[in-house]
């Protein structure tokens, strides 16, 4: 079991930046593999970033390529989204999630229903 929590959500104006941070609690937590989702009011939960287990391989969703940057910390036990030119259609509630699988696929999905463990969602909000 891992417990996650997210901070670091806000409102911010187009061209601004964020970091979010996954803090995680509880047993393992290099070995998952770990990913970012978002969802919009109105929208289904879609992928943003994963990272694998070892932070050597990272994922990102064609929207937020290049801009976005996922990381991790095993020492800390900490995920982060450092986000970058957020724009007004970056807002939703964005959640982290861990994959107990990480480390024997060697692998993080892009896929939510892979994903075992979830945070409880930090809001970013951006204006035009």
């Known amino acids: 079991q891992v417990q996650l929590v997210e901070s670091g959500g806000g409102m911010v104006q187009a061209g601004a930046s964020l970091r979010l941070s996954c803090a995680a609690s509880?047993?393992?937590?290099?070995?998952?593999?770990m990913g970012w989702f978002r969802q919009a009011p109105g929208k289904e939960r879609e992928f943003v970033g994963a990272?694998?287990?070892?932070?050597?391989?990272?994922y990102y969703a064609d929207s937020v390529k290049g801009r976005w940057t996922i990381s991790r910390d095993n020492a800390k036990d900490m995920v982060y989204l450092q986000m970058n030119n957020l724009k007004p259609e970056d807002t939703a509630l964005y959640y982290c999630?861990?994959?107990?699988?990480?480390?024997?696929?060697?692998?993080?999905?892009?896929?939510?229903?892979?994903?075992?463990?979830w945070g409880q969602g930090t809001q970013v909000t951006v204006s035009s």
């Open positions: 509880g047993r393992s937590f290099s070995v998952y593999a």
């Open positions: 999630a861990a994959d107990r699988r990480g480390f024997y696929l060697d692998y993080a999905s892009t896929q939510a229903d892979d994903y075992d463990f």
């Open positions: 990272i694998t287990w070892n932070g050597r391989v990272t």
